[in-house]
């Protein structure tokens, strides 16, 4: 079952919600209750369900982000962390990729030593991993009837996403890609079965997150979704 709670901004979709969760898990102490905030939001939103708590804290009410849930799954099932490169090597990584086939771009190969273009190949990078594109899917696009720069600018990226990527030791990965991992690994977790989960606080989701959240709402026995919409469009304040 799931549902949507609906809300102008600053409505208090959110202090329902917290109400909500530590009411019922004082009820039903064995039930596994779950709220999924965004990254950002995580440790506040720890301390406002310690705040309501008549304990100070519940042992069956887990704060997660997407990548919180990676790490609780990988502790699941007994599974290796991988090696998550930092900011600064992943920058380092990168320069040397951009440096080893700065003589095959056809279109940045006068760009590569600055830090302007360095830091939009790493967020660009990074988005390509969010929205699970990978160079195999840059070159199909380039073949779309792009314009000329547009192709040049596509094969120049897949060259260096394709380089940098082979510089990688055995195990490491960008920050970005372990939603990529628990895509694997959720069809042999247990962690979300029968679990009665919430979503605060978020905008959107991204096609990779949209892929884990299929998984949330097979496995989980209730989900409920908290949106923001603008008051001239609500017509009641609560949807199923």
Avoid at 6 to 22: D, F, N, P, Q
Avoid at 191 to 208: E, R
């Amino acid at each position: 079952m799931y549902d949507f709670i609906l809300g102008g901004a600053a409505s208090g979709k959110t202090a329902y919600i917290y109400e909500r969760l530590t009411e019922d898990c004082l009820a039903d102490p064995k039930k596994r209750f779950i709220l999924f905030v965004p990254e950002q939001n995580t440790l506040r939103a720890q301390q406002m369900i310690a705040e309501k708590s008549q304990r100070g804290g519940m042992l069956n009410i887990d704060v997660l982000s997407f990548t919180l849930l990676t790490y609780r799954v990988f502790s699941e099932l007994g599974v290796k962390k991988p090696d998550i490169l930092d900011d600064m090597t992943k920058s380092l990584l990168l320069r040397k990729a951009m440096r080893l086939k700065k003589n095959e771009l056809r279109l940045y190969s006068k760009k590569t030593d600055t830090q302007g273009f360095l830091d939009e190949l790493k967020q660009a990078i990074a988005e390509f991993c969010q929205y699970d594109i990978d160079t195999k899917r840059l070159r199909e696009l380039r073949e779309q009837g792009v314009t000329r720069r547009l192709y040049d600018k596509l094969s120049d990226i897949a060259e260096i996403y394709d380089c940098f990527s082979s510089l990688l030791e055995n195990g490491e990965i960008i920050p970005e890609e372990l939603p990529k991992l628990i895509l694997r690994l959720l069809p042999k977790s247990h962690f979300l079965d029968g679990a009665i989960v919430y979503f605060d606080g978020f905008t959107g989701f991204t096609p990779i997150q949209q892929k884990i959240l299929a998984h949330v709402l097979s496995a989980a026995s209730e989900v409920h979704f908290a949106l923001t919409i603008p008051k001239e469009e609500l017509g009641i304040g609560r949807s199923r």
